[in-house]
């Protein structure tokens, strides 16, 4: 059974930085399309960045050059690195996982069949 914990939640100011972590069980970091995902209140969920089990990443165009998803294979855990953060980056945060057959991966929720619980992130102005 595929398990993530999401953990790195905090209320920092705006231009500062936080990094996310996904601890992952049940499957191998290196063999899983991985994706981060956020739900500001009031809001739908939407993609933030993705990273292939080939270490390609892609990001959403808001958070490019500012967020850097990364994985420890060591550790089976990803992370998302967050530098500049804005009020609008103010959302719960979701690392989610696809299955092992999709070969690529993806910026739709629906691509997605494991998720985390979500951990908050708070930026103040």
């Known amino acids: 059974q595929v398990q993530l914990v999401e953990s790195g939640r905090g209320l920092v100011q705006a231009g500062g930085s936080l990094r996310l972590s996904c601890a992952v069980s049940?499957?191998?970091?290196?063999?899983?399309?991985m994706g981060w995902f956020r739900q500001a209140p009031g809001k739908e969920r939407e993609f933030v960045a993705a990273?292939?089990?080939?270490?390609?990443?892609d990001y959403r165009d808001s958070v490019k050059g500012r967020f850097t998803v990364a994985r420890d294979n060591a550790r089976n855990t990803i992370y998302l690195q967050m530098n500049s953060l804005e009020p609008e980056d103010t959302a719960v945060y979701y690392c989610?996982?696809?299955?092992?057959?999709?070969?690529?991966?993806?910026?739709?929720?629906?691509?997605?069949?494991?998720w985390g619980q979500g951990t908050q992130v708070t930026v103040s102005s």
């Open positions: 990273i292939a089990r080939s270490g390609t990443s």
């Open positions: 049940g499957r191998t970091t290196s063999s899983t399309n």
């Open positions: 989610a996982a696809r299955k092992l057959y999709f070969s690529d991966r993806s910026r739709e929720i629906k691509d997605y069949s494991y």
